[in-house]
């Protein structure tokens, strides 16, 4: 089905595992971590492929070894499966979806996709809330692509009032296979069938984007320039949350909602890539100052030397 969507209510995106279990092979704990943290980090860090950071006993291990023909990943809510999408050559528009369970590593289902209208090597997916779809990202050619689990298109969104979705659009699931997608100055949420949508929000800045949602649908957070800023999801209540003699990005929830991880000291290094060390916030409206570490600022200390942990790639809290 495709579909040219006009948007409501406005003014006329393995080889596997180290598996996900947490007392695999480790590097040893580090600092002391709070306590009340829950769940596992994962994030992408150079050449090491994907790593895994249990908040819980601050053990960090190899989730994903490095493979260039990966495109990228994603874990499904209840942290039971693995998506991964993959170029099944480097030359070629085919690419392979693979679910696989995290805790064995076995293929749960896997499916090959070609671009829908040619031309793209770069697609990338994120599991529904229920597991039943893959949005594949919007590319410069295709726009946003809903699948189910065995590659049948479920719907194709190409433009938005007629004005084209491009690579650079954002896309989030919603607990009800709702999406939060964004496009030139706004933020906009569909619905299923995905026909039509409405303004969540109009984004009147130069530059922002990074944007995070929570997994109860609640929380919208979002990069403003060089600050996180969150808001309800109806676009009210819009609040700086982070402050920084540098720049903050990529503002991750944890699965109960009540923290965001943080890319901060964000520093371009190479055309297309950057590094950030890893902090974390709780996600409650007020204002931290994470360049100071001010009260509630949690850093996210990795090895024997007690050093900040970077990354340069997707991250998920799971």
Avoid at 83 to 99: P, R
Avoid at 131 to 153: C, I, N, Q, Y
Avoid at 215 to 231: E, F, L, P, S, Y
Wanted: net charge negative; proline share 5%; aromatic share 10%.
């Amino acid at each position: 089905m495709k579909n040219s969507l006009i948007y409501l209510l406005f003014p006329l995106f393995i080889l596997l595992l180290g598996c996900s279990n947490d007392d695999d092979t480790a590097v040893a704990p580090v600092t002391t971590n709070p306590t009340h943290l829950k769940g596992t980090l994962f994030f992408d860090w150079a050449t090491e492929g994907t790593l895994a950071f249990n908040t819980e006993t601050a053990i960090k291990r190899e989730f994903l070894s490095y493979n260039s023909k990966r495109n990228n990943w994603d874990i499904s809510r209840d942290n039971e499966i693995l998506l991964t999408v993959s170029k099944n050559e480097i030359s070629s528009d085919v690419m392979t979806f693979t679910m696989s369970k995290m805790s064995d590593g076995s293929i749960a289902n896997q499916f090959e996709y070609t671009p829908l209208n040619g031309g793209s090597a770069f697609n990338s997916g994120k599991l529904s809330p229920d597991k039943s779809l893959v949005a594949v990202m919007p590319t410069f050619r295709e726009g946003l692509v809903l699948l189910k689990t065995d590659g049948t298109v479920v719907a194709h969104l190409e433009d938005v009032n007629g004005e084209k979705l491009d690579r650079s659009e954002q896309v989030q699931w919603l607990p009800d296979n709702g999406i939060l997608l964004t496009h030139k100055n706004y933020i906009i949420k569909i619905a299923p069938p995905y026909t039509s949508g409405s303004l969540v929000k109009e984004m009147n800045f130069e530059d922002w984007g990074d944007m995070g949602v929570n997994q109860q649908g609640t929380k919208i957070a979002v990069r403003v320039t060089n600050h996180i800023h969150m808001m309800n999801i109806d676009g009210s209540d819009f609040v700086q949350v982070t402050e920084s003699n540098s720049k903050e990005a990529y503002p991750t929830f944890s699965p109960d909602g009540k923290y965001l991880l943080i890319g901060t000291d964000y520093k371009p290094v190479a055309p297309m890539g950057a590094i950030w060390y890893l902090k974390i916030i709780p996600a409650d409206g007020k204002k931290y100052n994470v360049s100071n570490d001010s009260e509630g600022v949690i850093p996210v200390m990795i090895d024997r030397n007690n050093s900040l942990q970077t990354a340069s790639g997707a991250m998920l809290w799971r």
